[in-house]
């Protein structure tokens, strides 16, 4: 230890010793020579300040509040403000979340930092989900770009403009793996595999946090929702999770792993009950898993009230009992239950919880504060001047550009009829998505303008000289945009078809924008039914009766089951929610400027009957016997067993083949296997092609799936160009969890697969 920090641990001491009462210049004293020293260790500098601090105190900084201003739950009853106010001044408040802009966080943390007794400020918490006023795609719209760079560049613009907005710390990645597009969450993940899922939650971390966490421009991360959120049955947000040993560590845990790996900050637990214990209240996951297995010395935040929602659960008698079930479980920061701030101070004394959790979970949001150099500068991220100039920026909205045309998947190009011609052309554009310019924002982007996206009918007139026509046909929902609770009201108003069919009849070729509103999806916005909403298939059929070169341009926030438009339409661009620059995006591959390269992060359904649908299953007892007219096999009677769309699937306006497909077993000499496969450029247009390899184990001590995404590859080929390229297999891909939670490889006989999409058929075998 360096002499001044002896000298500092002791001058401090023998305060200690001699005030029970903190005076007022010894805590200056304190601030200026412990907070900020520049000798002393982060965990020393946490350990002192927790040593100063009351009960009280230390409890304060596990509770966070909703501002003033906006919500992201259930708005709170009336009366709280001032409640919340006087705590504040007392420093019993960490955090705050839904505080935005320079002007707003610089008033909170004032009064944090110089109202209460030790000053400390404020962690302030929001929903960067996929942008802040500069909009990303939506992340499963990223995930489809397998492109880890753009998404990582994606996330650190968000942070940049967060944290010049003076937020410091993101709910952000959503890693819930989930397989079911009913639920509306699936907007903001990656989808349906956990190699995937981790790789995107890596770049993600890394976005948001960069290499530096005391930089002004990068921000916390959480991983959430800690875990199984995405498993709730029947696809109904918030709903109860039953999931075994093999799923929670193979498919649902990795991503967190991976994440917490990289470095996340934080987590945040889920609503979700998983087989009968609220996440928020379980200590397997958060003590037994996450800090103790993991040494995650970062804090765990509940979700939105989830604390107190463990007593509607069936889990707590009532508040009192919540909070200590939560503090016991290892929720470190109580959001807006209102309990810990409540309740703990009296569980400590009556000996229900440990004042040791209490000084843990404390000492671990500290930390974090210090990290982030919260304890240097308070307003480190209240600059109005950089605020002014970093939001909105030009090279902002380039990256997010950038993302955005990588994240768009052609579904099917039937004829070759995109891309399309620059000039000569009479387009029809048809449907109310086209020229919306808030729909594209998607869900997460509270911070946006309404009206500030550019629309598919703005992009595509910008990008050419074609005559563009453009007719509504029919709203997607009922009621104005800013009334989300409007908005799972589907139009039944056909009104508008007749002025959509004329418009068709005279153009060369038509643009149909159809899907779903961009809140439409996400949280609190499952669905049952997950075809086009409203009256959107009907005006297609309509539509396509007087004109069948249609290009379809999808919106939506899950996989749609559009099995007509797939057999009918020659041409289908899966278009998501893109973000602020979504019509310059569609524009620029529908003009062939950006040859599409996305694939598929979630398996589209051919109907929702087969939903969970995903690439990863098991083969059953009784596999599939395609052509089969047998009955006892697994299948249904009225639909096929395979999707629409599989995992990993998109075209490119070239083609791609893949040859030489060889397996170099090296397993026995130095633990690898090496598999090589040539890919050429087929076509005639340069193309970025992702060579995903799969795996299946054929039989193991655990059943594994019949195939696993094992790695990927992206690159860009010329036209006739081919390349060689390489994946090197390790015990990393090659073993799985047993039922005992161990790492296993076992012995035995090994399929891989190397192709375009999961559903490819270029094997190759080799054993263990
Ligand atoms: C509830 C959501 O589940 C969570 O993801 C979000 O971060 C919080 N609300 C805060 O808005």
Avoid at 75 to 89: F, R, S, T, V, Y
Avoid at 121 to 141: E, M, N, Q, R
Avoid at 281 to 299: I, M, P, S
Avoid at 431 to 453: F, I, M, Y
Wanted: proline residues 4%; hydrophobic residues 40%; charged residues 20%.
């Amino acid at each position: 230890m360096k002499s001044k920090t002896l000298y500092i641990l002791f001058f401090f001491s023998v305060l200690q010793l001699f005030s029970c009462k903190e005076k007022e210049t010894d805590l200056l004293a304190f601030n200026s020579e412990v907070l900020k020293s520049e000798t002393l260790s982060t965990d020393q500098k946490v350990s002192m300040l927790l040593d100063r601090m009351t009960l009280e105190e230390k409890i304060g900084q596990m509770n966070q509040y909703n501002g003033f201003w906006d919500f992201t739950g259930p708005e709170p009853k009336g009366g709280e403000a001032a409640q919340k106010m006087d705590n504040l001044k007392k420093g019993w408040v960490g955090s705050m979340l839904n505080v935005t802009g320079v002007k707003d966080v610089r008033a909170v943390q004032k009064i944090a930092v110089e109202e209460s007794r030790l000053g400390i400020p404020l962690i302030i918490g929001f929903d960067v989900i996929h942008g802040y006023k500069t909009i990303s795609p939506i992340p499963i719209a990223e995930a489809a770009s397998w492109d880890l760079e753009a998404i990582k560049n994606s996330a650190q613009v968000a942070a940049l403009e967060a944290s010049a907005a003076g937020i410091n710390w993101t709910f952000a990645p959503m890693v819930d793996i989930s397989r079911d597009a009913r639920w509306g969450r699936v907007m903001e993940g990656a989808g349906e595999d956990p190699y995937l899922g981790s790789k995107i939650a890596i770049a993600r971390v890394e976005g948001f946090q960069g290499t530096d966490l005391s930089s002004p421009s990068t921000i916390a991360a959480c991983a959430k929702h800690f875990a199984a959120y995405g498993f709730a049955e029947a696809g109904r947000d918030y709903n109860t999770a039953d999931v075994g040993t093999s799923t929670l560590n193979n498919i649902i845990l990795p991503p967190f792993k991976a994440a917490k790996d990289a470095g996340v900050k934080t987590f945040m637990n889920s609503f979700n009950d998983l087989n009968g214990i609220p996440a928020t209240g379980d200590t397997y996951l958060q003590r037994t898993v996450l800090k103790e297995k993991w040494n995650f010395d970062g804090f765990v935040v509940s979700d939105w009230g989830s604390i107190a929602e463990m007593i509607a659960h069936g889990y707590a008698k009532d508040g009192n009992h919540a909070a200590e079930l939560a503090v016991n479980a290892g929720s470190d920061m109580d959001m807006e239950s209102h309990l810990y701030v409540n309740e703990l101070a009296s569980l400590v004394k009556q000996g229900k919880v440990d004042e040791a959790l209490i000084h843990d979970a404390a000492g671990r949001i500290l930390k974090v504060k210090f990290e982030l150099g919260l304890f240097d500068d308070p307003y480190k991220y209240c600059d109005e001047a950089r605020e002014a100039s970093v939001i909105g920026s030009q090279s902002n909205l380039d990256e997010v550009l950038d993302v955005a045309k990588k994240s768009i998947v052609l579904l099917k190009n039937q004829s070759n009829l995109l891309p399309l011609s620059k000039k000569g052309k009479k387009i029809a554009v048809i449907g109310a998505l086209a020229s919306d310019k808030t729909s594209p924002l998607g869900n997460w982007r509270l911070a946006a303008e309404n009206n500030s996206a550019v629309s598919l009918l703005e992009g595509l007139k910008a990008y050419s000289k074609n005559t563009i026509t453009y007719a509504k046909g029919a709203d997607v929902v009922t009621g104005k945009t800013e009334f989300v609770s409007e908005l799972t009201i589907n139009t039944t108003d056909t009104s508008g078809f007749n002025e959509a069919i004329l418009t068709a009849k005279n153009a060369d070729v038509v643009i149909m924008a159809l899907g779903e509103h961009g809140l439409q999806s996400g949280e609190g916005r499952s669905r049952a039914n997950i075809g086009l909403p409203g009256v959107q298939q009907q005006l297609l059929e309509a539509v396509y009766a007087v004109n069948k070169n249609i290009i379809l341009v999808l919106s939506n926030g899950r996989p749609l089951t559009i099995t007509w438009a797939a057999q009918h339409i020659p041409t289908i661009l899966e278009g998501w929610h893109l973000g602020t620059q979504s019509g310059n995006a569609l524009a620029q591959v529908i003009y062939g400027d950006y040859n599409p390269s996305g694939k598929l992060p979630m398996t589209f359904p051919r109907s929702v009957g087969q939903v969970p649908l995903y690439y990863n299953f098991k083969n059953t007892g009784r596999p599939t016997i395609p052509g089969s007219d047998l009955v006892f096999w697994t299948h249904y009677t009225d639909e096929e067993n395979t999707p629409l769309y599989p995992f990993g699937f998109g075209l490119s306006y070239t083609t791609f083949s893949y040859e030489n497909l060889t397996v170099l077993n090296t397993y026995t000499k130095n633990k690898e296997v090496t598999v090589t496969v040539k890919v050429t450029n087929t076509g005639k247009t340069k193309g970025k092609e992702t060579a995903q390899l799969y795996l299946r184990d054929m039989y193991a001590s655990v059943t594994r799936p019949v195939r696993e995404l094992k790695g990927f590859k992206q690159f860009m080929l010329q036209p006739g160009e081919s390349k060689k390229i390489t994946f090197t297999l390790t015990d990393k891909e090659l073993g799985f969890f047993n039922n005992q939670e161990q790492w296993v490889i076992e012995k035995g006989a090994f399929e891989v697969f190397v192709g375009g999409d999961s559903a490819t058929k270029n094997k190759a075998e080799f054993a263990l």
